[in-house]
């Protein structure tokens, strides 16, 4: 079975370009969460979709960040315009059940912003 | 601020050593301490997890120890080998917020185990 696929695997952009993050859950998991790892930080929360809705966002740093999931399959996250402070690795997890507890990571997708 | 503190930020041991992480939390309605392993160039992993009505929690080499009166729970990895060097994260979850998925992760702990 497919594991969590995130692409792309790193990014290099500029300031005040735009980047746009896409990840895979593992199929048929409707829990689907977006982290984010700043240099040396700790993993912070970003949002969570069940399916295609947003559960919980409260974690997007500012208007800048745009997350979707048309359809209750793949997500995109998109970072418009991108800023310094935007790098990082974002990652993407999955799980199945609401509740078990045990998400399921992607590699993540490494950004950096010059 | 930082809800959950974790230490050390790195830690060597040699191979049969005893590798502990420590990591304390300030928010009472954390209810599940889940630990995760993360190998370079991939993502996290669960490890181990452990809920505050019980002390301990053992699965193989890996223990988690948990006093809640103290907001404290750690990793204990015993005769830690070569292919532990990992960073580990712990993390806690409110399950009673808006989302069981909302993990609250610690800053890491970067582990080397030497031959």
């Known amino acids: 079975e497919a594991g969590v696929t995130q692409f792309p695997s790193h990014s290099v952009i500029e300031k005040g370009q735009t980047v746009t993050l896409r990840c895979d859950p593992i199929?048929?998991?409707?829990?689907l969460y977006w982290y984010r790892r700043v240099m040396g930080k700790e993993i912070k929360f970003l949002l969570h979709?069940?399916?295609?809705?947003?559960?919980?966002e409260s974690g997007m740093p500012n208007n800048r960040f745009l997350a979707e999931r048309t359809g209750g399959t793949y997500s995109t996250l998109k970072v418009q315009p991108a800023e310094l402070e935007d790098s990082g690795v974002y990652f993407c997890?999955?799980?199945?059940?609401?509740?078990?507890?045990?998400?399921?990571f992607g590699e993540g997708s490494r950004l950096t912003v010059l | 601020q930082q809800q959950v503190k974790q230490s050390p930020q790195s830690l060597i041991v040699q191979k049969g050593g005893i590798s502990i992480i420590n990591c304390a939390y300030e928010?009472?309605?954390?209810?599940?301490f889940p630990w995760y392993q993360q190998f370079p160039g991939k993502g996290p992993a669960l490890l181990i997890a452990?809920?505050?009505?019980?002390s301990e929690k053992k699965e193989g080499r890996f223990t988690i120890s948990f006093n809640k009166s103290a907001k404290q729970f750690s990793l204990h990895i015993m005769d830690s080998q070569p292919g532990d060097s990992a960073t580990y994260f712990c993390?806690?979850?409110?399950?009673?917020?808006?989302?069981?998925?909302?993990?609250?992760f610690g800053q890491g702990t970067i582990l080397t185990v030497h031959p």
């Open positions: 928010n009472t309605a954390f209810d599940y």
């Open positions: 997890a999955s799980s199945q059940v609401y509740g078990t507890g045990e998400l399921f």
């Open positions: 979709f069940v399916k295609e809705s947003k559960q919980d």
């Open positions: 452990i809920r505050p009505d019980v």
């Open positions: 993390a806690a979850i409110d399950a009673g917020g808006t989302s069981y998925g909302k993990l609250t």
């Open positions: 199929s048929g998991h409707d829990n």
